[in-house]
């Protein structure tokens, strides 16, 4: 899971300065690295860096990237060996010069990387699947070389290509060097883009953006949903045009929902407040019937995903809400942890106990998901240690029992608890008095609406059903080994 944000914009001085603003917003997306590369009518300028975007880009850096095209990328690692050779954006030279970057994963990246370096004879540098998606785009580029087709029907040929050839969940967004800024959804929209505008006429300035966080802070105006298997192209003069390459068959992936994206982002046309807030309520009428037994005093979320959903469902019980774990906002994201005992020491710098919400009460603990099981069972320690009667816990979402091979750090079966364990054996080894779980069919309810621009979801992670067809168990298990040995790489050994 990661962010991208690019834009076409009017003063080459403050495009770099609307990319950082950009990926500031999209920062929850990942912590592993980052990336700006501008565009200037003369070359690519690239700035690339491990960790945050804050702390990898400063004045000089920003004075040299000139130009008014740019794309930015949060990179949070699924594949790859983590350094800064698999950070974003990529770009190649031939033809014209083209650079991209992307939020997803290729589900069949190790045979088309292979047949790329075997077959095409493309060298293949880093583990970062744009950079696979880019071979194949550039290739399908280069063969559109009619003089009599304009270059918006080059690039959605070159898409069409891409389509055939790339397999799995990928939103990508690029720089044909000359001609223009571009982005395309894979045929299924399993990961998010925005497209969206600032100002209009000739002056009009265009972005493409895995949420719509910044669209407030940075004047810009929503225009839609990147569409599952539609192209948009902004040629140099400004004009934008769009094609619908692949039949639409939108399945966004479910996760963005419940954990990954802001609260306050709209995703094909879906409120990712709102479906958190019909989270906690649906789940509160499963609890209802059970509150005179287990006689809650107060709920309490995960902080800060599982607020919203805690505070529904807490209204809805009619027992108190409470913010009794206090979040230090300088730590990352535990899930997007690279590493097991990285993750479990970030819990307790993270989170703090209020004793004076918690001692001689009966606790239900609202957590957005439980993945590993490490953090679940981590809080409720530490809300044992600071006096509570009873711990409950409450999941927002459904057990996790299957790998993501589109994009979310859910890798082996191993890791994933629900997967080798029932109801009852995750409640004793979190440490829980009472466990429930949301339903996938309430789930799928809580975030589908009138509105919603899809119908289906992926729930892959949740139900071991894929929306694309060639998630086989081969795939799955080649997809694990890939990532072991990955993480072995990455692993620093112990003396």
């Not at 603003?21 to 565009?39: E, K, W």
């Not at 609890?287 to 287990?294: C, F, H, R, V």
């Not at 509570?388 to 589109?406: D, G, I, N, R, T």
Request: proline share 4%; charged share 25%.
């Amino acid at each position: 899971m990661c962010g991208i944000f690019s834009i076409y914009g009017k003063e080459q001085s403050t495009v770099a300065q609307d990319v950082y603003d950009g990926l500031i917003s999209l920062q929850h997306r990942g912590h592993d690295a980052c990336g700006i590369l501008t565009y200037d009518e003369h070359s690519f300028h690239l700035k690339k860096g491990i960790g945050f975007v804050r702390d990898n880009f400063h004045a000089g850096t920003m004075r040299r990237l000139t130009g008014n095209l740019g794309i930015g990328h949060i990179r949070y690692a699924t594949v790859g060996k983590g350094g800064l050779e698999d950070a974003q954006p990529f770009y190649v030279h031939h033809p014209y010069g083209i650079a991209m970057a992307h939020n997803g994963n290729l589900s069949n990246f190790l045979e088309l990387k292979k047949e790329l370096v075997e077959k095409d004879l493309w060298q293949v540098n880093s583990g970062c699947d744009v950079e696979v998606i880019l071979a194949v785009f550039a290739q399908e580029l280069a063969k559109q070389n009619s003089k009599t087709s304009k270059m918006p029907e080059k690039v959605f040929a070159a898409v069409q290509g891409v389509y055939k050839r790339c397999k799995g969940a990928y939103s990508v967004t690029g720089i044909i060097a000359g001609y223009g800024l571009f982005g395309f959804r894979d045929p299924y929209g399993i990961r998010p883009m925005i497209f969206g505008k600032r100002g209009s006429g000739k002056q009009a300035e265009y972005a493409f953006t895995s949420e719509s966080v910044m669209f407030n802070m940075m004047g810009l105006e929503y225009v839609k949903d990147v569409g599952a298997g539609e192209c948009i192209f902004i040629d140099s003069k400004r004009v934008v045009h769009t094609k619908q390459i692949a039949s639409a068959k939108l399945h966004p992936c479910i996760f963005e929902y419940v954990y990954f994206s802001r609260p306050d982002s709209l995703e094909n046309n879906i409120s990712v407040y709102k479906a958190r807030l019909r989270m906690g309520e649906i789940l509160a009428k499963r609890i209802k019937p059970l509150q005179a037994k287990l006689k809650i005093d107060v709920v309490i979320p995960a902080p800060s995903t599982s607020n919203t959903a805690a505070l529904a469902l807490a209204h809805d019980l009619g027992v108190k809400y409470r913010e009794g774990l206090v979040k230090n906002n300088f730590i990352g994201r535990t899930f997007i942890m690279p590493g097991q005992a990285k993750r479990v020491k970030s819990v307790k710098y993270k989170l703090n106990p209020q004793p004076l919400e918690i001692k001689r009460k009966n606790v239900l603990l609202v957590d957005d998901s439980i993945v590993r099981g490490t953090t679940a069972k981590e809080i409720v320690q530490m809300l044992r240690a600071a006096g509570a009667k009873k711990v409950y816990v409450a999941s927002a979402s459904s057990p996790v029992v299957s790998p993501c091979l589109y994009g979310v750090d859910i890798p082996t079966r191993q890791e994933l608890i629900a997967n080798h364990k029932d109801n009852e054996s995750i409640r004793k080894y979190i440490g829980a008095d009472w466990l429930i779980y949301q339903t996938i069919e309430d789930m799928v309810k809580a975030v589908n609406t009138e509105k919603s621009l899809a119908q289906k979801f992926c729930t892959g992670c949740f139900s071991k059903k894929y929306p694309t067809a060639d998630i086989t168990e081969q795939v799955i298990a080649a997809n694990e080994k890939m990532r072991l040995e990955d993480k072995a790489a990455c692993t620093p050994i112990n003396k």
